[in-house]
């Protein structure tokens, strides 16, 4: 007999299947935007659309379509109770906060430009501005209660496997009280990393593991689309362009999937790599933040960059540019998260070690 969810479970997952079904409209309707839409506008005097925004749709169509695909597993599987559902819906809502939450405050505080379009009311911005910043606060505000309410012990006993039936003697006389009773309970006993591996550790490293590919691919696809576009790379103080930075980015990509790879099985060396790489992050960010050159020569560098993507973007819209200090203050938020769960847990990757080191003697 299935067991009953809570309300909260089963409000959460209906949330989670509606709007990812909704999320998967939105990535074939841009899918549907970027295919047919240079066709449409082939006999209109509205100019087709740059490489740029033919990117930009494609882009944002393939990853609506990935993450609302892996919200309706998700959300299947909250209601079936499956413990890797309830896994994955907190990796998903560490993700949705740490993308909406910054989306918020940036979108709160970014200056938008104030020459309206005469054919645009003059509380145009300001309407967008509130509508963008509800929008994306509900979105972190959702995350962070999933992110609370599916760690609380009382909602982790619903995923919990169910307890064996225990044995019951048969009546007397029945030719089954001939047969071993402790052949009649056989079920599987969880393996040392579900025993031992933290939640946290789970999230972080599935995290990593699914990141680690983007930077590179997305220096590949740019430069396929813009052979002039030349991403800085900040390296201990350095910035680097063109193949010694795709060559620096790809090494870190690497580095960072095996060593999550390495947690997800309580590795140490995993542990120790992942922390290790987050200070080379959280050092980077700071020597370009701290020196007034290295961040004039950085914020130079992305400006030159979205103009070669789009020469008119920079006249026509230099109000929209965000400085370099903002992504560099959320990527320390982020690495201080990190690191905060790697040190608080680590004793886990301890305990590992000495259970294998008895197991093998």
């Known amino acids: 007999m299935p067991r009953p969810s809570s309300v909260g479970v089963t409000i959460s997952a209906a949330i989670a299947l509606a709007g990812s079904a909704l999320t998967v409209l939105g990535g074939l309707a841009f899918l549907c935007m970027t295919l047919f839409l240079p066709r449409l ?68 505080i970014v200056p938008l430009d104030t020459a309206n379009d005469p054919d645009l ?66 079920f599987p006993l969880p393996s040392s990393s579900q025993r031992l591996r933290p939640l946290s550790i789970t999230v972080i490293s599935w995290i990593l593991l699914v990141g680690a590919p983007f930077i590179p691919l997305s220096l590949l696809i740019n430069h396929a689309l813009f052979p002039k576009l030349q991403s800085p790379a900040p390296a201990l103080g350095f ?21 999550a790879a390495a947690m997800l099985k309580l590795k140490p060396w995993g542990l120790h790599s992942t922390i290790a790489l987050q200070i080379l992050h959280l050092l980077n960010t700071l020597l370009v933040i701290a020196i007034p050159s290295n961040r004039r020569r950085y914020q130079e560098a992305i400006e030159a960059s979205l103009s070669a993507m789009n020469p008119n973007l920079h006249n026509s819209h230099s109000s929209l540019f965000i400085p370099a200090w903002t992504g560099f203050i959320i990527g320390i938020c982020m690495v201080a998260v990190y690191l905060f769960f790697l040190l608080r847990d680590r004793q886990a990757f301890l305990s590992a070690s000495r259970r294998l080191s008895n197991d093998r003697f």
Do not use: C, H
């Open 121 to 186: 009311p003059r509380y145009f911005f300001p309407v967008f501005r509130f509508l963008m910043v509800s929008f994306e606060g509900s979105l972190a505000a959702l995350g962070i209660f999933w992110l609370i309410f599916f760690t609380r012990p009382a909602v982790r006993s619903q995923f919990a496997p169910p307890l064996p039936t225990p044995f019951a003697p048969p009546p007397f006389g029945d030719s089954a009280s001939l047969l071993p009773p402790q052949a009649a309970v056989p």
């Open 41 to 108: 506008l082939q006999n209109q005097p509205t100019p087709p659309p740059t490489p740029f925004v033919t990117a930009f749709l494609l882009f944002d169509a393939l990853l609506f379509l990935a993450f609302g695909v892996w919200g309706i597993a998700s959300a299947v599987g909250l209601f079936e109770l499956k413990n890797w559902a309830r896994v994955s819906i907190i990796v998903f809502a560490a993700i949705l906060t740490f993308i909406s939450l910054p989306t918020a405050l940036i979108m709160a």
């Open 239 to 259: 910035l680097l362009f063109g193949r010694p930075a795709f060559a620096y980015f790809l090494a870190l990509a690497i580095a960072q999937a095996a060593a």
